[in-house]
Nanobody, 126 residues
Framework: QVQLVESGGGLVQAGGSLRLSCAASGRTRNTGIVGWFRQAPGKEREFVASISWSAGSTYYTDSVKGRFTVSRDNAKNSVYLQMNSLKPEDTAVYYC???????????????????WGQGTQVTVSS
């Protein structure tokens, strides 16, 4: 079992920044990948970004490229999502999720991930 806990959400004005954290505990092995997803009211959960624990390889959905950066700290079993130039359409509940075995970070479907955090709310006001 792996437990994931997100933090860092909040209310920010458009153009502002937030940094989300995802702390992993339990049977973590620093293998596989961690993905960030988001879900806005009335919409399906969508992929945002992912990173591999070992090589730090990253992958982003097009709408956040150049604005969001995903990183990891293996010693702390933590993954971060730095979000800059936030837009109202970024408003959603953000989730981190882990996949224990992966060939690169290119997994973009929620069903590809084994464990999920509880989510953290990000609200961007216009």
């Amino acid at each position: 079992q792996v437990q994931l806990v997100e933090s860092g959400g909040g209310l920010v004005q458009a153009g502002g920044s937030l940094r989300l954290s995802c702390a992993a505990s339990g049977r973590t092995r620093n293998t596989g990948i961690v993905g960030w997803f988001r879900q806005a009211p009335g919409k399906e959960r969508e992929f945002v970004a992912s990173i591999s624990w070992s090589a730090g390889s990253t992958y982003y959905t097009d709408s956040v490229k150049g604005r969001f950066t995903v990183s990891r700290d293996n010693a702390k079993n933590s993954v971060y999502l730095q979000m800059n130039s936030l837009k109202p359409e970024d408003t959603a509940v953000y989730y981190c999720a882990s996949r224990s075995v992966a060939l690169g970070p290119y997994y973009t479907q929620a069903r590809d991930y084994d464990y999920w955090g509880q989510g953290t709310q990000v609200t961007v006001s216009s």
